[in-house]
């Protein structure tokens, strides 16, 4: 499995950390925050350590984008809640943390046929057209997944929900690919 190993490139999770929020409140409060209503109905607002981007809303949820571990997810999550009861905001104790999409990378270290491949795996399973896009775009059932498959024998997997389905999802190509002699 080592030479398939994943690298996750960001994970998506949702929670909701109160009732409702008051976005020009927090916008006034957190430096760097953006919340332009006419624009996008939520309150932008990055941070840096460990990297990540929320999407905050009114209704009191909450998504994070960008991180690059689970971990990563729940850390940033509790730091916002922190952050968000230091300005007087009460959010929800230990909130229900979804993650919602990981997108993952991996490089089978070989120059693939897309061409072969396409015929290999069924045209019901996969879109390729190499007109629109450079890649080969697979879609696997179990774990239900997206990878898409590059000439240069790099794969981007994503609508994981973990990162053992991102890891399971390279795995399902690999065994394939390696059936039909395409590796």
């Known amino acids: ?36 209503k006419q624009k996008f109905p939520g309150l932008v607002y990055r941070v840096s350590d460990p990297k ?32 968000l009861n230091s300005i007087g905001i009460k959010t929800i104790e230990n909130p229900q943390i979804t993650v919602q999409n ?10 693939l046929n897309l061409n072969a491949i396409a015929i290999g795996l069924g045209l019901e399973n996969i879109e390729y057209e190499p007109e629109q896009f450079p890649g080969l775009v697979y879609r696997i059932d179990e774990p239900k997944v997206v990878v898409l498959i590059f000439s240069s024998g790099k794969l981007v997997v994503t609508g994981g929900k973990s990162p053992e389905d991102c890891e399971r999802g390279v795995e399902v190509v690999r065994q394939q690919l390696d059936n039909m002699g395409l590796l």
């Open 52 to 83: 990540a981007a929320f999407l905050v809303f009114t209704s009191g949820k909450v998504v994070c984008t960008g991180a690059k571990n689970v971990a990563d997810v729940h850390t940033v999550i509790g730091n916002m809640a922190k952050k």
């Open 1 to 36: 499995m080592s030479e398939s190993s994943i690298k996750i490139e960001n994970v998506v999770a949702s929670t909701k950390l109160a009732e409702e929020f008051d976005l020009t409140l927090i916008e006034s409060q957190f430096e760097g925050a953006e919340y332009n």
């Open 102 to 111: 990981i997108v993952a990378s991996a490089d089978l270290h070989t120059i």
